[in-house]
């Protein structure tokens, strides 16, 4: 018996080596097998001529293409004349390749048996295309690939369209490779499978080879699989965070980033020619055998191009090679047609385009913004410009950004597919602004900063400045266009952590845009449109709302519109309690509840003390109700605190249950500190285990930002179960008094921001906020002060 090899073993070597070893094995496996298998005929006599006539092993899968990846499965088919003793030698060769410890997808198939499960089965057909030869009767093996290739040809119109709905699934279940943060290198939309299939299609002769670039690509991913699971140990396609560090090193590249960007734009390029060569087949199979050869009308768009089909394609007057417009023409011609390119123009283009002349003429310009303001048709089209180098050629800061990772959660998109997908959210809004060429170009290009280091809002500003000039963008207009870019954070970071509220929040707004209402304007389209290619949690009613609200004040400070009413206004009481017992002044506490947008605003009530604002964000966390905002008013002892909420499960808030867990709060009934600890350990056991930790919490004080004796105070820190409690618990045990607060959680970080102010109205000194500051980053760490405490202190709270 041959010396089996062992898994890790395997997995050591390199992948052409890999399947030589286990070819050479499973060859010896078949030869033992055989010779302890007396070969009969059909009636039981001994047969004749050699011992592995009419039977071969044959690999498929991975192993048949030469790619098995360690630990991978062996896909094996034995396939036979019909010999009766198949069974006893099907398992003499099966076993001792699980004795091996290998993992092992088998079966025995007669020729006509394969054939007719292919014929049924896309999956088992994709398999059989990859068959190849290990060991036996090699005429057996040419005859199975001779017929299931003459099979899949022939029943191609059947199974075709079942292969192209699989690919759908895979993008709708796993996503796209290009813009994963853990990408499954085998099933995303633009994996491995990408190149299997489009193997399988050219099988079909449906569609020629892919180019080499594919190739490439596929070679490399194939590589990283490897390297995944060598560093792993484990058989899985899932590119996880913690091994991209390990699998960058082993691959030579930089570091993880280096090694996702390598990723996606391998994954794209696979599925930029996927997409293209389906399009061809789809062509293909619907389209009627007499009208093969019947002439396809050509129909005018633009200088040099036309319509042919469903494609755009160079005229026969058209002059790549001098014509500057040609490209961004073209481009603008099929993305206003909501066509695409054809490959051929394509490469045309690339081949003989010029470059721009700088500045850019008026023509060339306007064909660019065309191309941005046909929205969500434009997506594709740049795309396709992309995949042939085309935009890089005449954006070369694009370079810097594509295919660049974003690894905050929020993000669905690398850098440049979300610059792209920007674009496209502004082109729906270019009739709420007066300069709508601004807006677009602004959208597409305000994170262009993220391709060099530093702060890619400053950066960007140099990088736009240069760009917008070499457009030909009037000294103006790229004044404008840098503004944008370097403020595109400035009405979202500000209506979401700060006071809105606050005249000087609004002076500040107004004094970085230049008191310019047409700037406010672009800027708030700008928020819009980074917000919708984004994502959802990134851009949610609530914050829409907050984002209007914050434009609004500053427009009315510029004399362009109304004052707006506050964003937080009480609502009416619903259900009151009896005053709880506790020392001081008594009254009832009220709880009032209303739908607001995406969320609900829920309103206290109760008699003012210290730590009143922290027990009320407790009963809320205790009721699963995340806090967006709060802002409180306290007028002779009575405290109303509005708080703008979300359920963080659906449920809304209930106002019996909120006022009945105030009371109980109030009288020491309810430990909140507690049952929010029990709460956070509940959750997170089990679920931290070999977790990275975050960075430390961090506390920041703005005193530009304060007015009078309020003072601004910003804790970021990992988001967890009663964190506003713990935050607002820790600032009453130092006696500050809350005014309003706003809380924005960024994936699994919180940034928290409080206006505080000392009860006596004496300005924070230095040894105050200090005091202030170990107290929050105590409390942002997991201790929780009990403001039950600082409620029943009353008037003589610390300082």
Same mark, same amino acid.
């Given at each position: 018996? /041959?010396?089996?090899?062992?898994?890790?073993?395997?997995?050591?070597?390199?992948?052409?080596?890999?399947?030589?070893?286990?070819?050479?094995?499973?060859?010896?496996?078949?030869?033992?097998?055989?010779?302890?298998?007396?070969?009969?005929?059909?009636?039981?006599?001994?047969?004749?001529?050699? +011992?592995?006539?009419?039977?071969?092993?044959?690999?498929?899968?991975?192993?048949?293409?030469?790619?098995?990846?360690?630990?991978?499965?062996?896909?094996?088919?034995?396939?036979?004349?019909?010999?009766?003793?198949?069974?006893?030698? @099907?398992?003499?060769?099966?076993?001792?390749?699980?004795? !091996?410890?290998?993992?092992?997808?088998?079966?025995?198939?007669?020729?006509?048996?394969?054939?007719?499960?292919?014929?049924?089965?896309? *999956?088992?057909?994709?398999?059989?295309?990859?068959?190849?030869?290990?060991?036996?009767?090699?005429?057996?093996?040419?005859?199975?690939?001779?017929?299931?290739?003459?099979?899949?040809?022939?029943?191609?119109?059947?199974?075709?369209?079942?292969?192209?709905?699989?690919?759908?699934?895979?993008?709708?279940?796993?996503?796209?490779?290009?813009?994963?943060?853990?990408? &499954?290198? *085998?099933?995303?939309?633009?994996?491995?499978?990408?190149?299997?299939?489009?193997?399988?299609?050219?099988?079909?002769?449906?569609? &020629?080879? /892919?180019?080499?670039?594919?190739?490439?690509?596929?070679?490399?991913?194939?590589?990283?699989?490897? #390297?995944?699971?060598?560093?792993?140990?484990?058989?899985?396609?899932?590119?996880?965070?913690?091994?991209?560090?390990?699998?960058?090193?082993?691959?030579?590249?930089?570091?993880?980033?280096?090694?996702?960007?390598?990723?996606?734009?391998?994954?794209?390029?696979?599925?930029?020619?996927?997409?293209?060569?389906?399009?061809?087949?789809?062509?293909?199979?619907?389209?009627? =055998?007499?009208?093969?050869?019947?002439?396809?009308?050509?129909? /005018?768009?633009?200088?040099?191009?036309?319509?042919?089909?469903?494609?755009?394609?160079?005229?026969? &007057?058209?002059?790549?090679?001098?014509?500057?417009?040609?490209?961004?023409?073209?481009? +603008?011609?099929?993305?206003?047609?909501?066509?695409?390119? $054809?490959?051929?123009?394509? *490469?045309?283009?690339?081949?003989?385009?010029?470059?721009?002349?700088?500045?850019?003429? =008026?023509?060339?310009?306007?064909?660019?913004?065309?191309?941005?303001?046909?929205?969500?048709?434009?997506?594709?089209?740049?795309?396709?410009?992309?995949?042939?180098?085309?935009?890089?050629?005449?954006?070369?800061?694009?370079?810097?950004?594509?295919?660049?990772?974003?690894?905050?959660?929020?993000?669905?998109?690398?850098?440049?597919?979300?610059?792209?997908?920007? !674009?496209?959210?502004?082109?729906?809004?270019?009739?709420?602004?007066?300069?709508?060429?601004?807006?677009?170009?602004?959208?597409?290009?305000?994170?262009?900063?993220?391709?060099?280091?530093?702060?890619? $809002?400053?950066?960007?500003?140099?990088?736009?400045?240069?760009?917008?000039?070499?457009?030909?963008?009037?000294?103006?207009?790229?004044?404008?266009?840098?503004?944008?870019?370097?403020?595109?954070?400035?009405?979202?970071?500000?209506?979401?952590?700060?006071?809105?509220?606050?005249?000087?929040?609004?002076?500040?707004?107004?004094?970085?845009?230049?008191?310019?209402?047409?700037?406010?304007?672009?800027?708030?389209?700008?928020?819009?449109?980074?917000?919708?290619?984004?994502?959802?949690?990134?851009?949610?009613?609530? *914050?829409?709302?907050?984002?209007?609200?914050?434009?609004?004040?500053?427009?009315?400070?510029?004399?362009?519109?109304?004052?707006? #009413?506050?964003?937080?206004?009480?609502?009416?009481?619903?259900? @009151?309690?009896?005053? =709880?017992?506790?020392?001081?002044?008594?009254?009832?506490?009220?709880?009032?509840? #209303?739908?607001?947008? %995406?969320?609900?605003?829920?309103?206290?009530?109760? @008699?003012?003390? /210290?730590?009143?604002?922290?027990?009320?964000?407790?009963?809320?966390?205790?009721?699963?109700?995340?806090?967006?905002?709060?802002?409180?008013?306290?007028?002779?002892?009575?405290?109303?605190?509005?708080?703008?909420?979300?359920?963080?499960?659906?449920?809304?808030?209930?106002?019996?249950?909120?006022?009945?867990?105030?009371?109980?709060?109030?009288?020491?009934?309810? =430990?909140?500190?507690?049952?929010?600890?029990?709460?956070?350990?509940?959750?997170?056991?089990?679920?931290?285990?070999?977790?990275?930790?975050?960075?430390?919490?961090?506390?920041?004080?703005?005193?530009?930002?304060?007015?009078?004796?309020?003072?601004?105070?910003?804790?970021?820190? @990992?988001?967890? !179960?009663?964190?506003?409690?713990?935050?607002?618990?820790?600032?009453?045990?130092?006696?500050? &008094?809350?005014?309003?607060?706003?809380?924005?959680?960024?994936?699994?970080?919180?940034? %928290?921001?409080?206006?505080?102010? %000392?009860? $006596?109205?004496?300005?924070?000194?230095?040894?105050?906020?200090?005091?202030? #500051?170990?107290?929050?980053?105590?409390?942002?760490?997991?201790?929780?002060?009990?403001?039950?405490?600082?409620?029943?202190?009353?008037?003589?709270?610390?300082?």
């Amino acid at each position: 018996m /041959p010396q089996p090899p062992t898994p890790p073993a395997l997995a050591g070597l390199p992948r052409a080596e890999r399947v030589q070893v286990l070819d050479d094995w499973l060859g010896g496996l078949l030869t033992e097998a055989l010779a302890g298998t007396p070969r009969t005929g059909r009636r039981g006599a001994d047969a004749g001529g050699p +011992a592995d006539a009419g039977i071969a092993l044959v690999a498929v899968g991975s192993l048949g293409r030469r790619e098995l990846p360690p630990l991978g499965d062996l896909d094996l088919v034995l396939v036979h004349d019909g010999r009766p003793e198949i069974a006893a030698l @099907a398992d003499a060769l099966w076993y001792p390749v699980w004795d !091996a410890g290998l993992r092992l997808d088998h079966s025995v198939r007669t020729i006509a048996e394969a054939v007719s499960v292919a014929g049924d089965d896309v *999956k088992a057909g994709l398999g059989l295309l990859d068959a190849r030869h290990v060991a036996g009767d090699a005429e057996v093996t040419a005859e199975l690939r001779t017929t299931t290739l003459a099979s899949w040809r022939q029943h191609a119109g059947r199974l075709l369209p079942q292969l192209r709905e699989l690919r759908r699934a895979r993008a709708r279940q796993v996503g796209e490779l290009g813009f994963l943060l853990e990408p &499954d290198l *085998k099933e995303a939309y633009g994996g491995l499978r990408e190149g299997q299939v489009l193997r399988a299609l050219a099988a079909a002769q449906l569609a &020629d080879a /892919p180019p080499a670039d594919a190739g490439e690509a596929y070679a490399f991913l194939l590589d990283v699989r490897d #390297e995944l699971r060598r560093s792993s140990g484990r058989a899985g396609d899932v590119l996880v965070r913690q091994e991209q560090a390990a699998v960058a090193a082993a691959l030579q590249l930089a570091d993880d980033d280096a090694l996702l960007r390598q990723v996606s734009l391998a994954g794209r390029r696979l599925a930029f020619v996927a997409d293209e060569t389906w399009r061809r087949v789809d062509a293909a199979l619907v389209r009627r =055998p007499r009208a093969r050869y019947r002439r396809v009308r050509r129909e /005018p768009l633009a200088e040099g191009l036309v319509r042919q089909g469903d494609e755009v394609v160079l005229a026969r &007057d058209a002059r790549p090679a001098v014509d500057h417009g040609l490209v961004l023409r073209g481009a +603008a011609a099929a993305a206003r047609a909501d066509l695409l390119l $054809s490959p051929y123009t394509l *490469k045309v283009l690339a081949v003989h385009a010029p470059p721009l002349p700088e500045p850019w003429p =008026p023509e060339v310009r306007w064909s660019f913004l065309r191309l941005l303001a046909s929205g969500r048709s434009a997506v594709p089209v740049l795309e396709q410009l992309d995949q042939e180098g085309l935009l890089a050629r005449m954006l070369p800061e694009w370079d810097r950004v594509r295919s660049l990772p974003q690894r905050h959660p929020w993000h669905r998109f690398t850098v440049d597919r979300h610059l792209v997908e920007a !674009a496209a959210a502004a082109a729906e809004l270019t009739r709420d602004v007066d300069r709508p060429d601004l807006l677009l170009v602004g959208s597409l290009l305000h994170d262009i900063g993220k391709g060099w280091p530093g702060d890619h $809002s400053e950066v960007g500003a140099v990088v736009m400045e240069d760009m917008a000039t070499r457009m030909g963008f009037s000294p103006p207009d790229v004044e404008t266009l840098v503004t944008l870019v370097r403020h595109h954070l400035l009405l979202p970071a500000t209506a979401t952590r700060r006071d809105i509220d606050d005249p000087l929040t609004v002076d500040r707004v107004v004094e970085a845009i230049g008191g310019d209402p047409a700037v406010l304007q672009l800027l708030h389209a700008l928020a819009q449109a980074d917000g919708a290619a984004t994502s959802t949690s990134a851009w949610s009613p609530w *914050k829409a709302h907050l984002v209007a609200a914050l434009v609004a004040r500053v427009a009315a400070r510029l004399g362009s519109a109304p004052v707006p #009413e506050p964003v937080l206004e009480p609502s009416d009481p619903q259900v @009151a309690t009896p005053a =709880p017992e506790i020392p001081g002044p008594t009254a009832p506490v009220t709880v009032g509840v #209303e739908d607001v947008l %995406d969320g609900q605003q829920v309103t206290f009530g109760a @008699a003012d003390r /210290p730590g009143l604002f922290s027990l009320c964000a407790g009963v809320l966390a205790l009721n699963q109700l995340d806090v967006r905002a709060a802002r409180v008013n306290v007028r002779d002892g009575h405290g109303t605190l509005v708080f703008a909420v979300r359920p963080r499960f659906g449920r809304p808030p209930v106002p019996e249950i909120l006022a009945d867990g105030v009371r109980a709060a109030l009288e020491g009934t309810l =430990p909140i500190a507690e049952r929010l600890q029990q709460r956070e350990r509940d959750y997170s056991r089990g679920a931290t285990a070999g977790a990275v930790a975050g960075p430390p919490p961090r506390v920041s004080w703005f005193d530009a930002e304060a007015t009078g004796t309020t003072s601004l105070v910003e804790v970021r820190a @990992a988001d967890r !179960a009663g964190l506003l409690h713990r935050l607002t618990a820790a600032l009453a045990g130092t006696g500050l &008094d809350i005014s309003s607060a706003t809380v924005e959680t960024l994936g699994a970080d919180a940034v %928290d921001a409080f206006y505080v102010c %000392d009860p $006596s109205g004496t300005p924070l000194d230095p040894p105050r906020r200090a005091r202030a #500051e170990q107290a929050l980053l105590a409390a942002a760490g997991g201790r929780a002060p009990d403001p039950v405490a600082a409620l029943r202190a009353g008037a003589d709270s610390p300082d």
